[in-house]
Every structure is written in structure tokens, then in C-alpha cells.
């Protein structure tokens, strides 16, 4: 449980960070290269960035293949069901990966 | 054609030469030499010291991509960099079989400016994505994807001084046209 917690926690290396994008090839110039990172991300990022990448199910994909979080990567994809625009993407994904992030870093 | 510090100044008529192989790299020396009203052993010699200098860089075929059955788009991808690590990235985007162009721009902030081909949307953001946002220096990146091409040449030579086309304005060009 704590190496799993550990390892999901990492940090990554610069090829590995999730890069924020508002439409195809327009990067905001905003990056995350761990959890922590992306829940602070989340905080500041343009909401257009959220809303592109939440539908595209980049987040999930980010979370599950990188990470490797299985179970945070299924609570993002859930989000896309409930047709959220705006302020309530940043608020739910902030709620979502802090309350995880919180769980993981309880078990190291 | 005259050597000045070891660098070739062109001629008026290595000029000419240059221009018509521009409009047909096909054509045989005698066609050139004919239209000029110089030999073709002339037209072979320059053209073969302007091969040999790099003033000619190669002979190459321009493709009508669409009707040769590619669905690929093109984009104009504007990076924004750190200068200390925008030669870097400007090389590495050169080093990348889907870039096809890259240049430099200083406006307020230093700029690379490349075109890039992909087959679809999804490619070209992964590969945006995935293989320029990484680069260290790298601060953010416009893209524009081409929806339709109006024009697409060959930059002409411009600087013989006996031609007048430079000075028309577009206005008379379009009234000689008609």
C-alpha cells in the first residue's frame, strides 16, 4: 500500500508531465510533473484548458498510463458524464484529486 | 558571374538562368541558351559553378499533395521561447520528420515559427504535445491549422536592379492581367 502510494506520488520526469492545452497544439505553457503539481495546476489553469482536456478524457488517460492510478483515473472519467462547463470542471477535479491526493499521502 | 572575396557576385545573366530553371528545372541547356540568345555550353558551365557553390541547391518536384490522394493538414506552429534555449528547440523541431519548415522571429518576445504536416488533428497535438511541449525552454505554442492554401511559390530572385516588377504596386499588375 505505501509503495503504491510512493510511486503514485512520484515525481516525473519532464517527458512525463502532463502539458495543458486549451485546443489542438495550443499550450498554455502550464505543466504538472506530479499529482501535487497537477491538483495546484487545477487551482490556476485556464478554465478553457479544463474543459478541453476533461472531454478528450486526457486527464484520465494521464492518471491511469503515467501515474498509474487506477482509481483516480476512473473518479475523472466519471466527471465527463455530468456535462460540467466552467468554474464547477475546476471545482469538482480540485475536489477529486485533492481528496486522493490526501488519501495517498495518509498511507506513506 | 565574378568572384569578390571568394564569393560569387551572379551576373544579369546567371540571374536569367537561375529564373528559368525556376520556371522549369526540365528544360535541356540549349532551351535555355536559345531563350537568353547565349550557348549552351555558356548555360552549362554556369549553371554547373552555381551547382558547385550552392547557389543551386538541387533540382527537386513540387507535389500537388491533395491530388496526389494525401489527406494531410498543415499547421503553423508559433513557439514562444527562452532565448538562451531557443537554438536548441529550433534544431530539435528541425530534427522532426513532421516539420517541414523552421525559422526564427524577434518581435516582443523571441519566436520559432514552423510548419508542421500531420495526418489528422490527434497527431499533430500528440506530437505537440508529446515532443515540443517537453523541450526545456519551450514557454508556450500558437497553432493555426491551414484550412485553405491561396498561394504557394517559389521565392523569385529579387535583386536584379533591371527589373521594374518589385516597384509596381499590386494594382498595376492586376490592371495588366486584364
Same mark, same amino acid.
Given at each position: ?16 508531465? +502532463? ?10 505553457? %502550464?505543466? /504538472?510533473?506530479? =499529482? @501535487? ?21 486526457? +486527464? ?10 487506477? %482509481?483516480? /483515473?476512473?473518479? =475523472? @472519467? ?31 | ?178
Amino acid at each position: 500500500m505505501k509503495e503504491e502510494a510512493s510511486k503514485i506520488l512520484r515525481t516525473l520526469p519532464r517527458e512525463k508531465a +502532463f502539458y495543458f492545452f486549451t485546443s489542438i497544439g495550443n499550450y498554455t505553457g %502550464e505543466s /504538472a510533473a506530479s =499529482l @501535487k503539481e497537477f491538483m495546484e495546476k487545477i487551482k490556476d489553469v485556464n478554465i478553457k484548458s479544463l474543459e478541453f482536456h476533461l472531454y478528450r478524457g486526457d +486527464f484520465e488517460k494521464w492518471i491511469a498510463e503515467v501515474l498509474q492510478d487506477e %482509481e483516480l /483515473a476512473l473518479e =475523472l @472519467k466519471k466527471l465527463q458524464k455530468f456535462n460540467l462547463t466552467g468554474d464547477a470542471i475546476r471545482k469538482e477535479l480540485y475536489t477529486a484529486v485533492s481528496n486522493r491526493l490526501k488519501q495517498l499521502t495518509s498511507q506513506l | 558571374m565574378k568572384l569578390k572575396n571568394n564569393a560569387f557576385a551572379l551576373d544579369a545573366t546567371d540571374l536569367k538562368i537561375l529564373e528559368a530553371l525556376q520556371e522549369d528545372a526540365r528544360q535541356t541547356y540549349t532551351a535555355i541558351g536559345k531563350r537568353l540568345g547565349i550557348a549552351h555550353s555558356t548555360v552549362y558551365d554556369r549553371i554547373r559553378r552555381m551547382e558547385q557553390h550552392g547557389i543551386i541547391r538541387k533540382y527537386t518536384t513540387l507535389i500537388d499533395a491533395e491530388k496526389a490522394g494525401a489527406k494531410n493538414i498543415t499547421a503553423i506552429m508559433t513557439v514562444y521561447t527562452d532565448p538562451k534555449e531557443s537554438e536548441k528547440v529550433a534544431e530539435k523541431l528541425c530534427q522532426a520528420p513532421q516539420v517541414t519548415e523552421v525559422y526564427t522571429s524577434l518581435s516582443e518576445e523571441l519566436q520559432i515559427i514552423a510548419k508542421v504536416v500531420a495526418e489528422n488533428q490527434e497527431n499533430l497535438h500528440h506530437f505537440i504535445a508529446n515532443s515540443v511541449a517537453p523541450l526545456p525552454g519551450v514557454l508556450r505554442i500558437r497553432t493555426s491549422i491551414i484550412t485553405k492554401k491561396f498561394k504557394e511559390a517559389q521565392p523569385q530572385i529579387l535583386n536584379d536592379p533591371k527589373k521594374s516588377t518589385t516597384k509596381e504596386t499590386l494594382d498595376e499588375i492586376g490592371e495588366r492581367k486584364e
